[in-house]
């Protein structure tokens, strides 16, 4: 018992703290962190004691109203739109892979794979991500090339940010064109499709930043990395966009075990940022120069922003060397955008010297991907590989952005496509309401009727007010006898008698001016 009175202290204490936070108005975060908090205490003390059940969503994950549903369907539509614009057909794979399949494939990242218990022999995992499951596909199905499209959900057992669009389970929209081409054509694609997705939505201005996983081993390799390190000091590199380079740095030496020297060198290297004239520059560079790799790496930068040129594209791309990106399976060109107006991302020259840290970035990188082709091979029993290069449009961040720009603005969001309401305007017309709803079903409108036998006009007129219905076919015992129906438009109010027979017609018309 005296334990339940500390706890039901403790309850009282913790809603004066929720209490004062809301009164000062304080961060949605803030607040959800001491109602968990609250909730857990509660929790503690149900009937007679027992463990009292919570509702609610597992963490890093959230469920989505109607209104949320029809801001991403809206993006879906225009990132589907530019994906079938290029010719990409579209596939699906299981949500869970052989823990095998996934194993050795992220680097670093590998303990964020969420495993699932032994069902009976076979060890599993969720998925990751899109692009394992598709190199798996391609090799089990003996497919050498394809230009395809795969939107679905993936997991990671991450420490969930949801502001910034980070959670445990999330949408992930991959394209990616696997085959023997020549070199930086499709890779060129990809960016002119991230530039088309981040343009059509009209997130704000945005950067794409390039580099190539040659130009980063040949790097560390002249700055003194020995090889064992180089897909570590990868991982530390690829932090840079979050942390400043004085912590950068010190991870490196103090973690991973780097000289200090070849850390310094490393460190006047990533501050780099260009284009072509960086790659030409770089390819003359004294200590560069001696890497086989990098100056592969560079040509290949070189005849990329010259196909990007011819794109229209080079005005948002540009070569970073900063740019690492963590997963293993890259061998080539790696690509990052992300949002660079005011509040929602610091441009990369601020990240660098240190001076916004994470907390003051709402949302990250908003696309990304390179070229894998080695990763097929993995999984080729004859180690056959198939060139591929891909992107992953990071669709809960853009969502996070659009939700936010939502509610600055007072734009309206419909969460139905309902053209028409069938009303009636007296009493015992339900039949004849229900006839006019099948007219209208059967010829492809989209239609709606309230379900009372005799509901008041005003009642429904105030529905396609609320639900953004435009137009509503009001039924009456003289528009029955006249053989017409009154269809009045809801924004202007103006009334019109249409015959029965020409009213399909007269409601595709004014829909589709609409």
């Not at 794409?208 to 000091?233: E, H, S, W, Y």
Request: aromatic share 6%.
């Amino acid at each position: 018992m005296e334990h339940k009175a500390q706890i039901q202290e403790a309850i009282k204490i913790q809603g004066e703290v929720v209490r004062k936070l809301k009164s000062e108005k304080a961060s949605k975060d803030q607040i959800d962190e001491e109602v968990a908090k609250l909730l857990a205490l509660k929790a503690q003390i149900g009937d007679d004691g027992k463990h009292q059940f919570v509702l609610k969503t597992a963490k890093g994950t959230r469920d989505y109203n109607p209104k949320q549903m029809a801001i991403r369907e809206r993006v879906f539509s225009t990132i589907i739109g530019c994906f079938k614009r290029h010719g990409a057909e579209t596939i699906d794979t299981p949500v869970f892979e052989l823990k095998e399949t996934l194993t050795g494939k992220y680097g670093e990242d590998s303990k964020l794979i969420y495993d699932l218990k032994d069902q009976g022999g076979e060890l599993l995992s969720l998925r990751y991500d899109l692009t394992v499951p598709f190199a798996r596909y391609l090799a089990m199905n003996k497919i050498t090339n394809i230009k395809r499209y795969h939107i679905a959900k993936v997991y990671r057992r991450d420490n969930p940010a949801m502001t910034r669009g980070r959670y445990r389970e999330f949408y992930q929209c991959d394209f990616d064109i696997a085959g023997q081409y020549d070199a930086m054509i499709p890779d060129a694609e990809c960016l002119k499709i991230v530039y088309e997705i981040l343009s059509g939505l009209d997130l704000g201005d945005f950067r794409i930043k390039v580099n190539d996983r040659r130009i980063l081993d040949g790097m560390f390799a002249v700055c003194g990395v020995p090889d064992d390190k180089f897909r570590t000091i990868c991982s530390t590199v690829d932090k840079l966009d979050k942390m400043p380079w004085e912590d950068v740095r010190k991870e490196m030496v103090n973690e991973k075990g780097l000289s200090e020297e070849a850390a310094d060198q490393i460190g006047e290297y990533v501050s780099l940022q260009g284009g072509m004239e960086l790659a030409e520059r770089l390819l003359q560079d004294q200590k560069m120069s001696r890497s086989k790799q990098a100056c592969a790496g560079l040509s290949d930068i070189k005849l990329l922003f010259t196909y990007l040129q011819l794109f229209q594209v080079t005005d948002k791309v540009v070569f970073d060397l900063s740019l690492a990106r963590g997963l293993d399976y890259y061998t080539g060109i790696i690509y990052e955008a992300v949002l660079t107006q005011a509040g929602v991302a610091p441009v990369s020259t601020e990240a660098q010297n240190g001076a916004p840290a994470e907390e003051s970035v709402s949302v990250g990188s908003v696309a990304g991907g390179g070229r894998y082709d080695g990763l097929v091979g993995m999984f080729d029993p004859k180690g056959r590989k198939v060139p591929c290069v891909g992107v992953s449009i990071g669709i809960e961040r853009i969502f996070s952005i659009m939700e936010q720009k939502a509610e600055a603005s007072a734009e309206k969001i419909r969460t139905t496509e309902v053209q028409v309401l069938v009303a009636s305007a007296q009493k015992n017309l339900l039949e004849e309401r229900l006839k006019l709803v099948t007219e209208l079903w059967n010829a492809g409108i989209k239609a709606e009727m309230m379900y009372k036998k005799n509901p008041k006009l005003l009642s429904q007129l105030q529905h396609c007010e609320e639900s953004g219905i435009p137009l509503v076919a009001i039924l009456g015992e003289q528009e029955l006898k006249d053989g017409v129906v009154k269809l009045r438009v809801v924004a202007s109010r103006e009334e019109v008698d249409v015959s029965r027979a020409a009213l399909i017609e007269e409601i595709r018309r004014r829909t589709s001016e609409a």
